[in-house]
């Protein structure tokens, strides 16, 4: 009865299949050398023999005998009376080991060494999941949900790890009840005091890329490479893929005979739409590719010495007027993502821009450059193409007042009454 609840503490960490017998051992050890120390001064004169399969420990303290009245140091030496209490035969300068029963630590000094104890058990698990989730980053993941936030989801994997789903990381159609399971990929792991802090992402490219990697057997066995991913989450995605063999169509294996091999992935997705194109070293075909389904009359390449906002350069592309609307997107979605997988700042130009029409960008210093992109954004680049929509139309497809548009107008117009 020395102290039950610190060697039932033992048997309860030798069941922790996280930690190894040696592991135990040593951090038995380094908890009770610090109380020896601060309850002696010094811990360097004592043994310690730990059984952490049953659950025993012995402490032993060494000292040397010395005359009666001579000891300078309790905790190293012992005088030769309180030595032969012990055995009768010592003599002095012999070396005498006296075992120290845990209730001669004290009530409080075994409370605090069992807490110790349980705290370095736990940092050490903390650890050793930091080090596995770190290098799982990027990595495909599946857990169960166990509660919902208003925030966040949070979810637990087969080990009981908690990981986190935050709404940021949602795809805006996804929807969860407890019990149901997750996949995304590992995005970040951070050690938060003690605790690693482990977020999952269904909105990262890297999660579409992976995707591709786990439902598609060419991109899995390398055949088929993955060299670009761009998505507005949940809404639209253009992936560019290559092949190092010519045999293989990259875009048709990808897509499968009527959709069938991308259609999990889109259903995955929260049917997102999923534009796969033909990646290609050359700059204007890549571009032009990006921009589909739109067709490309020409381009002109404006590179940049030192990349601008990530971007390599700005392209100005030509169009035929019916084509704009189709490179643009709705609500810009598909310039955006060309612009995002080829690394250009992207110029849509109409084709055939009659002599008396003028670009919407000449009109920089009148009109804010926030107001020209939301008409950019539903094709209209140009002041007559802004002046034959009515006004009830632009109010409808843009974000802008009507207030604001009906100011743009007024100015359009003064310029071809000039």
């Given at each position: 009865?020395?102290?039950?609840?610190?060697?039932?503490?033992?048997?309860?960490?030798?069941?922790?299949?996280?930690?190894?017998?040696?592991?135990?051992?040593?951090?038995?050890?380094?908890?009770?050398?610090?109380?020896?120390?601060?309850?002696?001064?010094?811990?360097?004169?004592?043994?310690?023999?730990?059984?952490?399969?049953?659950?025993?420990?012995?402490?032993?303290?060494?000292?040397?005998?010395?005359?009666?009245?001579?000891?300078?140091?309790?905790?190293?030496?012992?005088?030769?009376?309180?030595?032969?209490?012990?055995?009768?035969?010592?003599?002095?300068?012999?070396?005498?080991?006296?075992e120290v029963k845990l209730i001669d630590l004290g009530r409080r000094a075994i409370l605090a060494l069992r807490q110790n104890l349980i705290s370095k058990i736990y940092e050490h698990d903390s650890t050793n999941i930091f080090k596995h989730f770190k290098d799982l980053e990027g990595e495909l993941y599946t857990a169960e949900v166990h509660h919902i936030r208003h925030?966040?989801?949070?979810?637990?994997?087969?080990?009981?790890?908690?990981?986190?789903?935050?709404?940021?990381?949602?795809?805006?159609?996804?929807?969860?009840?407890?019990?149901?399971?997750?996949?995304?990929?590992?995005?970040?792991?951070?050690?938060?005091?003690?605790?690693?802090?482990?977020?999952?992402?269904?909105?990262?490219?890297?999660?579409?890329?992976?995707?591709?990697?786990?439902?598609?057997?060419?991109?899995?066995?390398?055949?088929?490479?993955?060299?670009?991913?761009?998505?507005?989450?949940?809404?639209?995605?253009?992936?560019?893929?290559?092949?190092?063999?010519?045999?293989?169509?990259?875009?048709?294996?990808?897509?499968?005979?009527?959709?069938?091999?991308?259609?999990?992935?889109?259903?995955?997705?929260?049917?997102?739409?999923?534009?796969?194109?033909?990646?290609?070293?050359?700059?204007?075909?890549?571009?032009?590719?990006?921009?589909?389904?739109?067709?490309?009359?020409?381009?002109?390449?404006?590179?940049?010495?030192?990349?601008?906002?990530?971007?390599?350069?700005?392209?100005?592309?030509?169009?035929?007027?019916?084509?704009?609307?189709?490179?643009?997107?709705?609500?810009?979605?598909?310039?955006?993502?060309?612009?995002?997988?080829?690394?250009?700042?992207?110029?849509?130009?109409?084709?055939?821009?009659?002599?008396?029409?003028?670009?919407?960008?000449?009109?920089?210093?009148?009109?804010?450059?926030?107001?020209?992109?939301?008409?950019?954004?539903?094709?209209?680049?140009?002041?007559?193409?802004?002046?034959?929509?009515?006004?009830?139309?632009?109010?409808?497809?843009?974000?802008?007042?009507?207030?604001?548009?009906?100011?743009?107008?007024?100015?359009?117009?003064?310029?071809?009454?000039?």
């Amino acid at each position: 009865m020395e102290n039950i609840a610190l060697i039932d503490s033992f048997s309860e960490f030798k069941d922790n299949k996280s930690i190894d017998r040696v592991t135990l051992m040593s951090i038995l050890e380094e908890v009770f050398r610090a109380t020896l120390k601060r309850k002696f001064g010094s811990d360097d004169n004592f043994d310690i023999i730990i059984n952490p399969d049953k659950g025993d420990l012995e402490i032993w303290r060494n000292r040397v005998v010395v005359a009666d009245g001579f000891s300078e140091d309790d905790n190293e030496e012992i005088e030769l009376a309180e030595a032969r209490l012990i055995e009768p035969d010592f003599e002095i300068g012999e070396d005498v080991s006296e075992e120290v029963k845990l209730i001669d630590l004290g009530r409080r000094a075994i409370l605090a060494l069992r807490q110790n104890l349980i705290s370095k058990i736990y940092e050490h698990d903390s650890t050793n999941i930091f080090k596995h989730f770190k290098d799982l980053e990027g990595e495909l993941y599946t857990a169960e949900v166990h509660h919902i936030r208003h925030n966040a989801i949070i979810l637990l994997d087969d080990d009981g790890n908690e990981i986190v789903l935050p709404k940021s990381e949602q795809i805006r159609s996804d929807f969860f009840r407890k019990g149901d399971s997750v996949r995304g990929v590992i995005k970040t792991v951070e050690l938060r005091g003690n605790k690693p802090a482990i977020i999952l992402s269904r909105t990262a490219p890297s999660f579409l890329n992976k995707l591709f990697e786990q439902e598609i057997p060419e991109v899995f066995d390398g055949l088929i490479t993955v060299e670009g991913v761009a998505r507005i989450p949940g809404e639209k995605a253009k992936v560019a893929v290559d092949s190092y063999d010519d045999r293989i169509d990259p875009v048709g294996a990808c897509v499968g005979v009527k959709g069938s091999r991308i259609h999990g992935i889109v259903r995955e997705l929260g049917n997102e739409n999923i534009d796969v194109i033909n990646y290609t070293k050359n700059e204007q075909l890549f571009i032009a590719r990006a921009l589909s389904p739109a067709k490309v009359t020409s381009m002109e390449i404006t590179m940049y010495d030192e990349e601008k906002n990530g971007k390599k350069g700005r392209v100005s592309v030509l169009l035929k007027p019916e084509e704009v609307s189709k490179a643009i997107g709705r609500g810009g979605v598909n310039i955006r993502l060309a612009s995002e997988l080829t690394g250009y700042e992207i110029d849509v130009q109409r084709e055939g821009l009659e002599e008396e029409d003028v670009e919407l960008t000449e009109f920089g210093d009148e009109i804010e450059d926030w107001v020209i992109v939301e008409f950019k954004k539903i094709g209209l680049d140009t002041a007559r193409s802004v002046l034959e929509t009515s006004v009830a139309e632009l109010v409808k497809r843009t974000d802008l007042e009507e207030e604001t548009i009906v100011d743009v107008q007024r100015i359009l117009k003064e310029e071809f009454e000039e």
